[in-house]
């Protein structure tokens, strides 16, 4: 069974997510504190230009750039819903529920842009896709809400059942129970989690969302500015929690008090029995540190990144696709049958390509050139492999067989920019102006700037945190540097070493874990 970890630093600004499985990193997502995450937010744009060449138009959500709505993303029920938030802005008291609002017919699947939307309309819609690069927000009127079970499409009536439930019996339950329960006007697509649920869960979060659907139009006034976001998606880490929370995790650790606690309540909502998994980390190491995870973010998302037996991929990325070259590299051949060398090691680059794709959020083309082979059997294995491997990926994914050229496609969908992590680091010493200070004084330095923070803090107790070269260097021999000093100034120090710190650099705290300040 797979251990699964998720580990969530708050920062000042921003919050890093980062997903170990066996406590390897597999996922990595950072939502910055004063950016709202986009995708899933639904808006009232106004139609800024219709392009019939395009079929589609360009609509005003607040972003710089306009945002891009193709017609084949109106959805059906377009007039529909047009209708609705018409008479909800001009109502004279409680807002018509949908259930029993007469729904307009469906729009041509063939029809025309032109044909439903004018300039400067407003219109109801949702973001499928963050600005990438030079492009803005891709977007959709076909809305949907997407709880923990369930995935509500007002003006729908359709009810859908995720394909990875794959007991006929269960789909026939599920089928049966929503269309019992759900309102009319209302299509609902039935996530994998929900599979085993019971009526009374699946019927309280329908109402809930339901509920969040109708009180928007509510609050809708005739002199309502747009844009304006109309139902804001929730947070990035509660986005993220709502996706991943169908499995068992060990532990969910967290590094803030605060966020720990609404996570316990959104757990507690949802799956109860995983509440005590939450667990705040108080340590004076950073929590990335101390789980390790960022030692593989360093050796994960540079140009060049190794796996197994000295084997190593190189990743490169333009505008319009990205490129994996696969290299066998010092790895130790055994015999002479190159044919299963490069097998053995194209389906080791198979393991960490999926991975690299997910920790990065790799999307839209992906050409893969693995190392020549011959046989068609071979060929097969490494395309059967692949499969396996992605089967785990949440993003929508296709991936083609091997090209007669070694090369593999894969599409993944887009909906954000990739993760981009710079891994090079200025010079520790000179701070990349070639020159440093001397490193025989650095001990001297430490034990000034302790002899500093005694005149002016009153703690005995005081904690060290190094490169743990240095912190090896201090702790090491039968009467160890850092312990003379703990004799000579009668304190207790305490040296921690950290590895995500520069060679150099150093950090003070007192007994309550604060930092002290040198200045």
Not at 100 to 107: A, R, S, W
Not at 488 to 512: G, T
Request: net charge positive.
């Amino acid at each position: 069974m797979v251990n699964k970890d998720l580990i969530i630093d708050v920062g000042a600004s921003e919050v890093n997510i980062a997903l170990l499985e066996d406590k390897q990193l597999i996922e990595l997502n950072k939502e910055k504190r004063s950016v709202k995450f986009s995708v899933g937010d639904i808006y009232l744009g106004k139609v800024k230009k219709i392009m019939p060449g395009l079929n589609a138009a360009f609509v005003n959500v607040g972003y710089e750039r306009d945002a891009f709505l193709h017609y084949l993303d109106l959805g059906p029920q377009f007039r529909t819903q047009q209708k609705y938030y018409s008479l909800a802005i001009q109502r004279q008291g409680r807002i018509t529920p949908v259930h029993k609002f007469k729904p307009e017919e469906d729009i041509d699947k063939e029809g025309k842009i032109t044909d439903v939307l004018t300039t400067g309309q407003t219109v109801l819609v949702q973001i499928t896709k963050e600005p990438i690069s030079t492009k803005g927000p891709r977007l959709a009127s076909e809305i949907s809400l997407a709880g923990r079970n369930l995935v509500l499409i007002p003006f729908s009536d359709k009810v859908s059942i995720s394909t990875k439930i794959e007991s006929g019996e269960e789909k026939n339950r599920l089928k049966t129970l929503i269309q019992s329960i759900k309102p009319r006007n209302y299509g609902v697509i039935v996530r994998t989690v929900a599979e085993g649920k019971k009526v009374a869960l699946l019927d309280a979060e329908l109402k809930e969302l339901v509920k969040r659907w109708e009180s928007a139009f509510a609050s809708l006034r005739k002199e309502t500015k747009t844009p304006k976001l109309f139902i804001g998606e929730m947070n990035r880490t509660s986005t993220i929690l709502r996706d991943m929370l169908n499995v068992t995790f060990n532990a969910i650790h967290i590094n803030d008090p605060v966020l720990a606690e609404d996570i316990r309540k959104y757990i507690r909502e949802i799956a109860p029995e995983k509440e005590k998994i939450v667990r705040v980390y108080n340590g004076s190491i950073p929590i990335f540190d101390h789980f390790g995870v960022n030692k593989q973010i360093k050796a994960l998302f540079g140009k060049t990144v190794s796996f197994k037996h000295g084997a190593y991929l190189i990743i490169e990325h333009t505008e319009a696709l990205h490129v994996i070259d696969v290299n066998s590299g010092n790895r130790s051949r055994s015999g002479n049958d190159q044919e299963a060398n490069a097998l053995e090691v194209n389906l080791e680059a198979a393991t960490e390509i999926a991975r690299q794709l997910r920790l990065r959020d790799m999307g839209g083309i992906i050409v893969v050139d693995f190392i020549d082979m011959q046989s068609s059997d071979n060929k097969q294995l490494l395309y059967d492999r692949m499969k396996e491997v992605m089967s785990n990926d949440r993003t929508k994914h296709n991936i083609l067989p091997l090209s007669k050229f070694g090369l593999m496609q894969i599409t993944r969908q887009r909906v954000r920019p990739e993760m981009n992590i710079v891994t090079d680091e200025v010079c520790p010493s000179c701070q990349g102006t070639g020159k440093t200070r001397p490193t025989i004084l650095f001990t001297d330095e430490l034990e000034s700037a302790l002899s500093f923070i005694l005149g002016k803090v009153k703690t005995r107790k005081i904690i060290l945190n190094l490169h743990p070269f240095v912190a090896a260097f201090l702790t090491k021999g039968l009467i160890p540097l850092y312990r003379k000093w703990n004799m000579k100034y009668k304190i207790m120090l305490k040296v921690q070493a950290v590895p995500s710190y520069n060679m150099l650099e150093y950090h003070f705290y007192d007994s309550e874990e604060n930092e002290i300040d040198l200045a």
